[in-house]
Nanobody
Framework: VQLVESGGGLVQPGGSLRLSCAASGSIFSIYAMGWYRHVPGKLRELVAGITSSGRTNYGDSVKGRFTISRDNAKNTVDLQMNSLKPEDTAVYYC?????????????WGQGTQVTVSS
Protein backbone atom coordinates (compact mmCIF):
# COMPACT_ATOMS: atom_id res chain seq x y z
CA VAL A 1 0.00 0.00 0.00
CA GLN A 2 1.42 3.37 -0.94
CA LEU A 3 0.52 6.99 -1.51
CA VAL A 4 2.22 8.73 -4.41
CA GLU A 5 2.16 12.50 -4.70
CA SER A 6 2.76 14.70 -7.71
CA GLY A 7 2.46 18.33 -8.73
CA GLY A 8 4.89 20.21 -6.54
CA GLY A 9 7.36 22.74 -7.86
CA LEU A 10 8.39 26.38 -8.00
CA VAL A 11 5.77 29.08 -8.46
CA GLN A 12 5.72 32.85 -8.13
CA PRO A 13 3.73 34.58 -5.40
CA GLY A 14 0.10 34.85 -6.44
CA GLY A 15 0.36 31.79 -8.64
CA SER A 16 -1.34 28.40 -8.47
CA LEU A 17 -0.35 24.77 -8.17
CA ARG A 18 -2.32 21.57 -8.00
CA LEU A 19 -1.09 18.63 -5.96
CA SER A 20 -2.37 15.12 -6.57
CA CYS A 21 -2.09 11.96 -4.51
CA ALA A 22 -3.02 8.44 -5.51
CA ALA A 23 -3.41 5.49 -3.16
CA SER A 24 -2.61 2.06 -4.53
CA GLY A 25 -2.22 -1.49 -3.32
CA SER A 26 -4.49 -3.79 -1.36
CA ILE A 27 -6.99 -1.36 0.18
CA PHE A 28 -10.30 -2.26 1.77
CA SER A 29 -11.50 1.24 2.55
CA ILE A 30 -10.18 4.79 2.61
CA TYR A 31 -11.65 6.98 5.31
CA ALA A 32 -10.30 10.51 5.80
CA MET A 33 -7.68 11.89 3.43
CA GLY A 34 -5.71 15.04 3.75
CA TRP A 35 -2.70 17.17 3.09
CA TYR A 36 -0.15 18.30 5.65
CA ARG A 37 2.92 20.45 5.26
CA HIS A 38 6.21 20.73 7.05
CA VAL A 39 8.81 23.45 7.27
CA PRO A 40 12.15 22.61 8.95
CA GLY A 41 12.10 23.78 12.52
CA LYS A 42 8.33 23.80 12.74
CA LEU A 43 5.69 21.21 13.50
CA ARG A 44 3.90 19.47 10.66
CA GLU A 45 0.56 21.22 10.19
CA LEU A 46 -2.74 20.23 8.68
CA VAL A 47 -3.45 22.05 5.42
CA ALA A 48 -6.75 20.44 4.48
CA GLY A 49 -8.73 17.29 5.16
CA ILE A 50 -11.68 15.55 3.55
CA THR A 51 -13.86 12.71 4.77
CA SER A 52 -15.14 9.86 2.64
CA SER A 53 -18.48 11.68 2.39
CA GLY A 54 -16.82 14.87 1.19
CA ARG A 55 -16.84 17.00 4.30
CA THR A 56 -13.81 19.29 4.32
CA ASN A 57 -11.78 21.27 6.81
CA TYR A 58 -8.90 23.68 6.30
CA GLY A 59 -6.08 25.22 8.23
CA ASP A 60 -6.75 28.86 9.03
CA SER A 61 -3.84 30.08 6.93
CA VAL A 62 -5.18 28.52 3.71
CA LYS A 63 -8.92 29.07 4.01
CA GLY A 64 -10.31 30.72 0.90
CA ARG A 65 -7.19 29.96 -1.13
CA PHE A 66 -6.86 26.18 -1.16
CA THR A 67 -9.45 23.58 -2.14
CA ILE A 68 -9.27 19.87 -1.38
CA SER A 69 -11.17 17.28 -3.40
CA ARG A 70 -11.17 13.52 -3.77
CA ASP A 71 -12.29 10.85 -6.19
CA ASN A 72 -13.35 7.79 -4.24
CA ALA A 73 -13.52 5.63 -7.37
CA LYS A 74 -9.89 6.39 -8.21
CA ASN A 75 -8.57 6.57 -4.62
CA THR A 76 -7.16 10.02 -5.24
CA VAL A 77 -7.09 13.31 -3.38
CA ASP A 78 -6.12 16.65 -4.89
CA LEU A 79 -5.20 20.02 -3.45
CA GLN A 80 -5.77 23.10 -5.60
CA MET A 81 -3.64 25.93 -4.26
CA ASN A 82 -4.37 29.47 -5.45
CA SER A 83 -3.00 32.86 -4.46
CA LEU A 84 0.14 31.23 -3.18
CA LYS A 85 2.33 33.12 -0.74
CA PRO A 86 6.01 32.67 0.18
CA GLU A 87 4.91 31.35 3.56
CA ASP A 88 3.22 28.42 1.80
CA THR A 89 6.68 27.11 0.95
CA ALA A 90 7.00 23.67 2.51
CA VAL A 91 7.12 19.96 1.85
CA TYR A 92 3.55 18.79 1.38
CA TYR A 93 2.53 15.31 2.46
CA CYS A 94 -0.52 13.32 1.50
CA UNK A 95 -2.20 11.36 4.28
CA UNK A 96 -4.89 8.71 4.23
CA UNK A 97 -6.57 6.74 7.00
CA UNK A 98 -7.13 3.35 5.41
CA UNK A 99 -8.19 -0.19 6.13
CA UNK A 100 -5.80 -2.70 4.57
CA UNK A 101 -4.94 -6.38 5.12
CA UNK A 102 -2.31 -5.14 7.61
CA UNK A 103 -4.94 -3.30 9.65
CA UNK A 104 -6.37 0.19 9.87
CA UNK A 105 -4.12 3.19 10.26
CA UNK A 106 -2.52 6.28 8.78
CA UNK A 107 -0.44 6.14 5.64
CA TRP A 108 1.81 8.90 4.30
CA GLY A 109 3.21 9.85 0.94
CA GLN A 110 6.86 10.64 0.38
CA GLY A 111 6.30 14.39 0.25
CA THR A 112 6.51 16.92 -2.55
CA GLN A 113 8.29 20.27 -2.36
CA VAL A 114 6.34 23.45 -2.99
CA THR A 115 8.39 26.63 -3.27
CA VAL A 116 6.76 30.03 -3.64
CA SER A 117 9.32 32.61 -4.64
CA SER A 118 9.92 35.36 -7.15
Amino acid sequence: VQLVESGGGLVQPGGSLRLSCAASGSIFSIYAMGWYRHVPGKLRELVAGITSSGRTNYGDSVKGRFTISRDNAKNTVDLQMNSLKPEDTAVYYCNAHMATPQGTGDYWGQGTQVTVSS
